[in-house]
């Protein structure tokens, strides 16, 4: 079954093995969220989260219901009542420039086997769609075609009048890369243009004759291990949440520049790119964490260090290969995660997080929580500015001078 359009399915969580060069002290400098609002309005797991605009968010999850917030406050603004069972996908559909409708939708999927689509500034049904055999796993958008897809047992493209209009298909949207992960290792970079495989490699938990490391052979016998759980990209790399670690692959060089092989004490869940080279990460041990990418020379003399994507096949250089190619490689400028914030509040497993640039950040967990982690510096800087303005409408301001 089709789990994930992008990531990779989570699997149970693992042993914790704990170490001490991921931790971080009480004087956290360079991270600031330092003020947190607890939202409480579901009353079972919180997976989902997805962002509407600059100021709204939706959650969701097992008990079924989608709720809305405002990120700036944590005002809950409405509630989505129609699925019977746990919501397993949820995205919105924005209005083309072209398009008569220009209100925003979000669909969702649930494990009742349907799709409601909803319209984003009410709590009306647009449409519920009740055709699928079996349960939605994942739902993506390809905006430029004004197109939505739905993965389970099948495939299947809609347009947004919610006409079917292939199964198990292909659409070309860019003549870009793309990248797609499993809960069983696999990782393929695809041509979009015409879907063929530009890497792939899978079934690398089973030692192979070219692995000649025993810590390598190792981390290969544990499936849990070698899950992509999620991953995210850019124009340069892919940012790849892989068992317990975070992985930074480089598209161009086709290797693996940067990694943290136990990034946290359980299953990374989620990753996002940050401005400034910065990363965020949530974990199954209920953590989330804040990390720079900083860019270091690598010694000639020095392997450069591939982790799991040289398992994989990606950037393997075989004995046959150029002088120039190792010697390009060999003087390769890698680069290391440096965790620079730890934010901890929820009690449980942290599913995924929301990242705003001016109202903070968003994470949702098993706990039921939604917490809403502020920017300490600058909402003091609010707060002063909001007094000021009151004291200046009362007039008590110029009375004080």
């Not at 089709?2 to 399915?9: A, V």
């Not at 991921?22 to 947190?36: A, D, S, V």
């Not at 925003?104 to 009306?124: C, H, M, N, Y």
């Not at 993965?151 to 919610?162: A, S, T």
Request: negative net charge; proline residues 2%.
């Amino acid at each position: 079954m089709l789990r994930w359009l992008i990531g990779g399915g989570r699997e149970p969580q693992g042993l914790a093995e704990k170490s001490p060069l991921q931790t971080i002290g009480e004087e956290q400098t360079q991270n600031p969220y330092t003020e947190l609002l607890v939202l409480k309005a579901h009353h079972d797991i919180v997976r989902f989260l997805v962002q509407l605009d600059d100021y709204r968010f939706a959650s969701a999850g097992d008990d079924g219901i989608v709720v809305v917030w405002n990120a700036q406050t944590g005002e809950k603004l409405l509630e989505l009542n129609g699925h019977t069972q746990k919501i397993t996908a949820i995205i919105t559909f924005p209005s083309l420039e072209s398009c008569e409708e220009k209100n925003q939708l979000i669909l969702t999927a649930s494990a009742d086997r349907t799709v409601i689509v909803w319209d984003g500034d009410t709590t009306r049904q647009v449409q519920r769609i009740s055709c699928f055999q079996s349960t939605v796993k994942c739902l993506t958008v390809l905006q430029r075609l004004d197109v939505w897809l739905s993965g389970g047992n099948d495939l299947c493209v809609w347009n947004r009048k919610l006409d079917l209009l292939c199964k198990t298909s292909h659409l070309s949207d860019t003549d870009l890369s793309f990248v797609t992960g499993s809960h069983v290792g696999e990782l393929i970079i695809w041509d979009a243009l015409d879907w063929t495989m530009q890497a792939y490699e899978r079934n690398f938990w089973d030692p192979s004759p070219q692995l000649d490391t025993q810590q390598e052979i190792k981390l290969c016998q544990k499936s849990n291990d070698i899950s992509i759980h999620h991953f995210t990209c850019d124009e340069e790399n892919v940012f790849a949440a892989v068992g317990r670690g975070l992985y930074v692959y480089s598209l161009q060089m086709k290797r693996v520049i940067a990694c943290q092989k136990t990034a946290h004490d359980s299953n990374v869940l989620h990753v996002a790119r940050l401005p400034n080279r910065q990363l965020i990460s949530c974990s199954e041990d209920g953590s989330v964490r804040i990390w720079e990418l900083r860019e270091k020379q690598q010694l000639a003399a020095e392997p450069v260090p591939t982790g799991f994507f040289n398992m994989w096949g990606f950037g393997r250089v075989s004995k046959q290969a150029s002088q120039p190619v190792k010697k390009q490689q060999e003087n390769a400028t890698s680069c290391s995660l440096e965790l620079i914030g730890d934010l901890i509040g929820h009690s449980s497993s942290v599913e995924m997080f929301l990242y705003f640039e001016d109202h903070g950040l968003v994470t949702c967990s098993a706990d039921h929580l939604i917490i809403l982690w502020k920017n300490g510096e600058r909402e003091s800087g609010l707060r002063s500015l909001r007094l000021f303005q009151k004291l200046e409408e009362n007039g008590d301001l110029y009375l004080a001078v």
